[in-house]
T-cell receptor, first 112, second 114 residues
C-alpha cells in the first residue's frame, strides 16, 4: 500500500503564482488534513475534511483553499503565493474516531 | 482555542543518557497521541493514551498520561543515535473537538551525540 501520496515533492514559485498541491490516500479513510511545518512552530493545521463533501478551516487558513474531490483526494491551492507561505506542507489522513493520522512525505515549497 | 505546550524545545544528550519531553494542556483532554519525525521525514504515530494515569511502554520508551488528563510525558531510557528526531504530542480536547482533529505541540527536537 502506498498510504498517503503527495505531489509534487519539491516546488519553487515566484510571488503571485498559483499552484495546487495534490494528496491522495488509499486507506479508505474518512478524514484528511493539510498542515504546514515551519522551524520551531510544529505542525499547524491549515484545513481539514472530516468526510467527503465537507471542509473546515484550521489554525492558519488564510491564503489557502482546499477541495475534497472524492474520498481519496484532498487538494490544497495557493491562489497567489507569498514568501510567507514558504514551508513544508504535509497531508494526512485518519480513520473514524481518534484513529492515528498517517502522513505523506511532504511537499517542500519555496516562494521567491 | 486549544493550546498544547511542549517542553523542552530542544534537547541534546550523549548516547546512553535518558531523555524526557513533557506536554501540558490547560484543559482536560480526551486522549493524547505521540508522534516521531526523523530529520527530513514525516511524522509517524507512536502511541495513543486514553485513560487517566495510563502508562505504556515500547521497549526503551515510556509514555504517561497524567491523573488529571492534562499532561503527558515521553521518557526514553539510554538513548541511541536512532532516537534522533522531533517528538510531538498531539491532543484531543475532552469537549468540543471536531472528530479526528488533533492539536499538536511544537515538538521537542532530540539530538544524540555518539
Amino acid at each position: 500500500n502506498a498510504g498517503v501520496t503527495q505531489t509534487p515533492k519539491f516546488q519553487v514559485l515566484k510571488t503571485g503564482q498559483s499552484m495546487t498541491l495534490q494528496c491522495a490516500q488509499d486507506m479508505n479513510h474518512n478524514s484528511m488534513y493539510w498542515y504546514r511545518q515551519d522551524p520551531g512552530m510544529g505542525l499547524r493545521l491549515i484545513y481539514y475534511s472530516a468526510s467527503e463533501g465537507t471542509t473546515d478551516k484550521g489554525e492558519v487558513p488564510n491564503g489557502y483553499n482546499v477541495s475534497r474531490l472524492n474520498k481519496r483526494e484532498f487538494s490544497l491551492r495557493l491562489e497567489s503565493a507569498a514568501p510567507s507561505q514558504t514551508s513544508v506542507y504535509f497531508c494526512a489522513s485518519s480513520g473514524t474516531g481518534y484513529q492515528p493520522q498517517h502522513f505523506g512525505d511532504g511537499t517542500r515549497l519555496s516562494i521567491l | 482555542g486549544q493550546q498544547v505546550m511542549q517542553i523542552p524545545q530542544y534537547q541534546h544528550v550523549q548516547e546512553g543518557e535518558d531523555f524526557t519531553t513533557y506536554c501540558n494542556s490547560s484543559t482536560t483532554l480526551s486522549n493524547i497521541q505521540w508522534y516521531k519525525q526523523r530529520p527530513g521525514g514525516h511524522p509517524v504515530f507512536l502511541i495513543q493514551l486514553v485513560k487517566s494515569g495510563e502508562v505504556k511502554k515500547q521497549k526503551r520508551l515510556t509514555f504517561q498520561f497524567g491523573e488529571a488528563k492534562k499532561n503527558s510525558s515521553l521518557h526514553i531510557t539510554a538513548t541511541q543515535t536512532t532516537d534522533v528526531g522531533t517528538y510531538f504530542c498531539a491532543a484531543i480536547p475532552d469537549r468540543g473537538s471536531t472528530l479526528g482533529r488533533l492539536y499538536f505541540g511544537r515538538g521537542t527536537q532530540l539530538t544524540v551525540w555518539p
